[in-house]
């Protein structure tokens, strides 16, 4: 089993919809979660990063995180073709390794 | 501007030949990894290192090399013994702690 799990896709929406991208892991002792966009052919920048179990929002992104289930979670609101790219959670281990979910590629069609 | 930076973005590299992907960085980063991504696979960990002159592999180290002798730079020796190197490479940094990643822009290396 991995110890970050993440859905491939693709997840193909319409423009104007809310989308969901989720994560699971089954290392108890992660305590930081990120999310990072990857465009095609580009490196992954980061998006958002949060610590505590609840939500934390920015813009049209909401990151949320569920300790007890081991889960997170980012929403983007209205979402745009501009979007469109692989969304990749990641944590750190305990030497601060990021490790990273296999990403889940996001397409909004206009 | 702060940032890092990947050289080639394409290479190209006959079977049996060695090459060097170049990966600099001006944020005073201590830390620096580089990744492999294989479509379909996420992010897999070749080599890191979280101070100068010294380095440890990741998860698929097999046929690859690296060195860090500036803390600016961690260039990656792919070499011949690496069995199927065509692949997208990404580099990162980061300081020490829990902060994210800042990455390349990646080199796309082709076998012909």
């Known amino acids: 089993q991995k110890e970050v799990e993440q859905d491939p896709g693709p997840l193909s929406v319409p423009e104007g919809a809310i989308v969901s991208l989720n994560c699971t892991y089954s290392n108890s002792a992660f305590q930081y979660f990120m999310w990072y966009r990857q465009y095609s052919r580009k490196g992954p920048e980061l998006l958002m990063y949060?610590?505590?179990?609840g939500n934390k929002e920015d813009g049209r992104f909401t990151a949320q995180v569920d300790k007890s289930s081991k889960y997170i979670s980012l929403f983007i609101r209205d979402s745009q073709p501009s979007d469109s790219a692989t969304y990749l959670c990641?944590?750190?281990?305990?030497?601060?390794?990021?490790?990273f979910g296999s990403g889940t590629r996001l397409l909004v069609r206009p | 501007d702060g940032g890092i930076t990947q050289s080639p973005k394409y290479l190209f590299r006959k079977e049996g030949q060695n090459v060097t992907l170049s990966c600099e960085q001006n944020l005073n980063h201590d830390a620096m990894y580089w990744y492999r991504q294989d479509p379909g696979q996420g992010l897999r960990l070749i080599y890191y290192s979280q101070i100068v002159n010294d380095f440890q592999k990741g998860d698929i180290a097999e046929g690859y090399s690296v060195s860090r002798e500036k803390k600016e730079s961690f260039p990656l020796t792919v070499t011949s013994a690496q069995k199927n190197p065509t692949a997208f490479y990404l580099c990162a940094s980061s300081p020490q702690g829990a902060d994210g990643y800042t990455f390349g822009s990646g080199t796309r290396l082709t076998v012909v």
């Open positions: 990641a944590m750190p281990d305990s030497s601060y390794k990021l490790i």
């Open positions: 949060t610590y505590s179990s």
